[in-house]
């Protein structure tokens, strides 16, 4: 392998971190697995659009490819590679968490968390069996939950097709397709091992082998953010029961992707502000502020509709659980105070 004609187009983490003399000490190494570099930068530089650029394959990665992982690491989560990462998943010590009262602005509230098992390698290397081994392991899991998370496995393997398009309108159904994904190796043998689980209610909801291994998800109309956290800390206390979830000290919750490292959580909310959407200065002063990222009301690269953004936490590793939903609560009822300004003007 050689070093690669990098794109002058190209403004990735891995562009600029990539150095010919990082190239040089990692190309011959690999992992117990068979990761190599060429695996981990294949995405990024495939698509030269990348913020990031870079996926691991195992815990082992993050190790042997730390020359070039250790600077991406620090300069996407400001965290150094002698820090250590803690993890808090208790609710009652969130503060002041009763947020918008009367539903004025909240819509809804979402909280999902990455996990990968110890026991297995990450999804851009992981066999065909490996992938099938992991989707009973966790769907198995998920058949004995009962109460409130009680619910259904989904197979996306033959699927019907009431079933699938009912997911589609619900917004809940994962797709193939996503050309970073599919880069870093993905997308293989799709829909082979993946699959949805979701509660009666559909509060909760468990994706298999998309991204990584396991996407756990608690949702719910309104702002009562202290009630989807509890129940998302409920169910990975009652699934840690029966599978091991792959943690570094270093690095917390270890990700295919290195900006999900840590918490490995994505807390937020749909947000209506259509008097502060219209002061974009004052709405980033905010959320810098409080640490979070404003996203469309569809997502990531979106643009927001009526006023209405999708709002989240931007920090992840380095910080525990409550201080990532901290974040969140704090920042929204800084932005709700200055709606509501705005309104009385």
């Known amino acids: 392998m050689e070093y690669p004609n990098i794109s002058k187009e190209c403004h990735s983490l891995l562009c600029k971190c ?15 697995n068979g990761f190599t570099l060429e695996k981990a930068i294949k995405s990024g530089l495939k698509n030269s659009d990348s913020s990031i650029g870079v996926y691991a394959g195992d815990v082992e990665s993050y190790e042997i490819f730390s020359p070039l992982f250790d600077p991406i690491i ?33 819509l809804s509230t979402r909280i999902r968390v990455g996990r990968n098992l110890d026991a297995f ?18 769907s198995r899991a998920l058949s ?43 997308n293989r043998a799709w829909p082979e091992g993946r699959g949805i689980f979701h509660n009666r209610d559909k509060s909760f909801l468990v994706w298999v082998n998309e991204e990584d291994e396991l996407r756990i998800i608690s949702m719910q109309k309104g702002g009562d953010i202290k009630a ?41 909310v749909h947000i209506k502000l259509p008097f502060l959407s219209t002061q974009m200065e004052n709405f980033k002063e905010i959320t810098e502020k409080y640490h979070l990222q404003i996203r469309g009301v569809h997502g990531e ?17 380095g910080v525990t659980e409550v201080e990532a939903v901290q974040d969140m609560i704090d920042g929204v009822k800084a932005l709700i105070a200055k709606e509501q300004f705005l309104e009385k003007e």
């Open 18 to 32: 990539l150095t010919k003399e990082i190239f040089e000490i990692l190309k011959e190494k690999e992992t117990a």
């Open 301 to 317: 690269h979106s643009q927001s509709e009526d006023g209405i953004f999708d709002i989240s936490n931007r920090r992840r590793l």
């Open 228 to 268: 989807v956290f509890t129940r998302l800390a409920n169910a990975i206390h009652e699934m840690e029961k029966s599978m091991s979830f792959s943690y570094s000290k270093h690095l917390g919750y270890i990700s295919s992707c290195p900006t999900n490292l840590g918490t490995a959580m994505r807390a937020s």
């Open 144 to 186: 004995s939950f009962t109460g409130e998370l009680a619910g259904t496995y989904y197979p996306l393997l033959g699927m019907q097709k009431e079933i699938q398009v009912q997911l589609i309108e619900d917004h809940f159904l994962f797709k193939e397709g996503d050309r970073f994904l599919e880069a870093a190796g993905l």
């Open 74 to 106: 620090e300069a996407y989560h400001g965290f150094g590679k002698a820090e250590i990462h803690e993890s808090n998943f208790d609710p009652s010590e969130l503060i002041d968490a009763e947020v918008d009262r009367d539903g004025d602005y909240i």
């Open 121 to 138: 390698p990450l999804g851009t290397i992981i066999s065909d069996k490996e992938r099938l081994e992991v989707e009973q392991i966790v």
